[in-house]
């Protein structure tokens, strides 16, 4: 199977998650996917949420590796979303993770009602 017919059939997600990280894929197979998404006729509004889903799950990934004190965050850079539409998925994905690491925070109130009861 060639990489034409390979992704020919490959879903719009793919395609994209290919073009967002080109370093991982060969010259001559990311050639060939800009071609394939060339040919398909998708809106511009489903390919950056698309593209801002994939982001999304990157972002997650890295916040769960992140330490605050020792590593430096960077936007990567993408060829569907701009620099200001990345921001905004970091910034929603930063949110979820400080809610996450704030509930585990101790809260002296809960075990103080806790023994009370």
């Keep these: 199977m060639?990489?034409?017919?390979?992704?020919?059939?490959?879903d719009?997600?793919?395609?994209?998650?290919i073009m967002e990280k080109p370093g991982d894929y060969t010259p001559e197979c990311v050639m060939i996917v800009a071609e394939e998404l060339k040919k398909r006729a998708?809106?511009?509004e489903e390919v950056k949420a698309i593209?801002?889903?994939?982001?999304?799950?990157e972002f997650k990934i890295i916040m769960n590796q992140f330490d605050p004190y020792t590593d430096k965050l960077e936007i990567p850079r993408s060829r569907?979303?701009?620099?200001?539409?990345?921001t905004e998925v970091?910034?929603?994905?930063f949110d979820q993770w400080l809610e996450k690491r704030?509930?585990?925070?101790?809260?002296?109130?809960?075990?103080?009602i806790g023994g009370i009861m």
């Design 80 to 86: 569907f979303l701009t620099l200001e539409e990345l």
């Design 51 to 57: 593209a801002k889903a994939y982001h999304h799950e």
């Design 12 to 17: 719009l997600g793919t395609l994209i998650m």
């Design 42 to 44: 998708h809106s511009i």
């Design 90 to 93: 970091l910034k929603d994905v």
């Design 102 to 112: 704030e509930s585990y925070d101790f809260d002296v109130w809960k075990y103080a």
């Design 2 to 10: 060639s990489l034409e017919d390979r992704y020919e059939n490959s």
